[in-house]
């Protein structure tokens, strides 16, 4: 039987990889604008690093990750022996914890220093239960600012990321910008300590998970699916109830630069995020139009304490990350999809095969002069080789014939006009286009 990729695992066949690389480079273009730079840091770290950082009670971290033992390792788990867990290695299943990490070992922003500005392009892997819109591997396009905790720095981060989709194709009129404050660790644990004293008193009607929440992590209850926990955690208490003076003046600066901007936004004191980290400000962006259960494309906020978490010193920081695949579907939504592009401009036949090797020299100085070009490499005839140069896409065919090259000419065909002239064989790569 032949092997086929297991279940939330995904190929990107040529159109989509074009597709993607072309994503990935608009994004550098315009976050490149903003002065955010690239990084890359690997897609392994210790599994510590998502423990601390994310949260152990997250379902990212209690559930999610795909973590490694190393062979080397392995015979100690297989004799039954403990593993320390700075030896456990796990696929990243966000980018936030490393680049952090990373800002922090490297001290990128040393104190005094202007904020780090990063973006990262790449796979994450998160064991969910695949559905359309869920894999297990999937790519994020994500940026972390840190070092300056101005309201400013969310601002922009949340206009970038509008412009971006904007950019794409996505209709503004076919997502929404949701925004909440989370607090600080002044003002949160009043009110998480509300949250679970309304969640005990509604008890009865929430479900097992969510009464396990009430005491480890209540605020989780926010994400749960289930139609009668959501009815009660509707009319829990409203963080926006509970923010300090500082926190609030915060919140409330963001979303004046966000406005002023000419960006709408909803407000929702419900949106809590999965991730541990976050501290005042948290976004998410749906699409409205997808069709999907997993309809959020991108989203993020302000981790104000996670470099510390993580051992560096207190640095500010604010970050997002958004979806490719989840866009794709969203694009696909409003009509956009994903042509087959030309694989070369010149198609290089021969009129018979011995003349492949002057083929070859034609098809080897068009490409050194820039233009993608491509002959046949298998056992074909003229007209068959004519039929590949469409399917291709190839805009011209130059076809090599003995008599014409023996005049030193080459014959050339415009598949668009449909028109033919000679040009000089030893002039082709100058001349043809
Ligand atoms: P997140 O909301 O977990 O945030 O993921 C960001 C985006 O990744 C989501 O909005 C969604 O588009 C996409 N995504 C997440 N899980 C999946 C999946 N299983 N399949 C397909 N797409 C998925 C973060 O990861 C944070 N690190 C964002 C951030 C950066 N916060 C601060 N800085």
Known sequence: MAITLPAGFEDMLPAEARFYHDFVETAQRIFATYGYQPIITPQVEVTELFVRGIGEATDVVSKEMFTAISGENLGTLLGGGRIKSKSRLTLRPEGTAGVVRAVVEHDLVPQGAAPAKLMYAGPMFRAERPQKGRLRQFNQIGIECLGAEAPSVDAEGIIMLMRFFAELGIPSESMVLLVNSMGCEKCRPAYRDAVRAYMDDHADGLCDQCNERAQINPLR??????????????????????????????????????????????????LVRGLDYYTRTVFEVQALDSNSAQNAIGGGGRYDKLAQEVGGRDTPGFGFALGFERCRIALEAAGRSIADAPSCTVFVATVDDSLKTQAFDLVQRLRDAGIPADTNHQDRSLKSQLKLANRLQARYVAVLGPDELAEGMVTVRDMVEHTERAVPFAEAQRVLI
């Open 221 to 270: 209850a926010f994400d749960c699916k289930n139609p009668s926990c959501e009815k009660i955690m509707d009319a829990a208490p409203k963080i926006t109830d509970y923010l300090c003076d500082e926190c609030r003046e915060h919140y409330t600066a963001v979303l004046a630069y966000v406005s002023a901007a000419g960006i709408a936004y909803v407000e929702d004191p419900k």
